[in-house]
T-cell receptor
Framework: GNSVTQMEGPVTLSEEAFLTINCTYTATGYPSLFWYVQYPGEGLQLLLKATKADDKGSNKGFEATYRKETTSFHLEKGSVQVSDSAVYFCALNNQGGKLIFGQGTELSVKP | EAGVAQSPRYKIIEKRQSVAFWCNPISGHATLYWYQQILGQGPKLLIQFQNNGVVDDSQLPKDRFSAERLKGVDSTLKIQPAKLEDSAVYLC??????????????FGPGTRLTVL
């Protein structure tokens, strides 16, 4: 079946540190891959997406590359800010519109 | 553009009681989703509507959960009777389409349900 696995949190970083949140997936065929972000007290928002192998999604300084050979879609940011503190969810879509989410990774950035 | 609206935002009930949640999707969005997010987990799809027809309800516990989308717009999700393990955030999302290809899903703020 389809599934998504993320690194466990919480992840605590100092401001301006480099961020990597690992995400791997299991799926048949060629899913689309997404990162969603949930800021405290807010709903889920799409952060970035990639729809085919080797695509790179990017937004707000965050990037993730669709790696089919390693079935991965790791989220990276070169310099995090306090305002990036949130829960990040990796997700895939393999058929129809249903999204399958990982368990989420909480990021806390300290000044 | 108005986002996905949900109400209530919070609900506390005793086990075996019933509860209903309401969702108003973004205008023009044909596809509507209800997800359940248990604390510490990612959202899990309960049911997907295309207009007012059900596309996927394979993960909906049909002995206690029901959902409808009359006239292909608003939707309600009901739990009757509630169990302790139903404590979760119930998220509604909508998209332009969801069957033939992927369209971005827009999420509402969610309803946090606590079952005592």
């Amino acid at each position: 079946g389809n599934s998504v696995t993320q690194m466990e949190g919480p992840v605590t970083l100092s401001e301006e540190a480099f961020l990597t949140i690992n995400c791997t997936y299991t799926a048949t065929g060629y899913p689309s891959l997404f990162w969603y972000v949930q800021y405290p007290g807010e709903g889920l928002q799409l952060l970035l997406k990639a729809t085919k192998a080797d695509d790179k999604g990017s937004n707000k300084g965050f990037e993730a590359t669709y790696r089919k050979e390693t079935t991965s879609f790791h989220l990276e940011k070169g310099s995090v800010q306090v305002s990036d503190s949130a829960v990040y969810f990796c997700a895939l879509n393999n058929q129809g519109g249903k999204l399958i989410f990982g368990q989420g990774t909480e990021l806390s950035v300290k000044p | 553009e108005a986002g996905v609206a949900q109400s209530p935002r919070y609900k506390i009930i005793e086990k075996r009681q019933s509860v209903a949640f309401w969702c108003n999707p973004i205008s023009g969005h044909a596809t509507l989703y209800w997800y359940q997010q248990i604390l510490g987990q990612g959202p899990k799809l309960l049911i997907q509507f295309q207009n007012n027809g059900v596309v996927d309800d394979s993960q909906l516990p049909k002995d206690r959960f029901s959902a409808e989308r009359l006239k292909g717009v608003d939707s309600t999700l009901k739990i009757q009777p509630a169990k302790l393990e139903d404590s979760a955030v119930y998220l509604c999302a909508s998209s332009l389409a969801g069957i033939a290809g992927y369209n971005e899903q827009f999420f509402g703020p969610g309803t946090r349900l606590t079952v005592l």
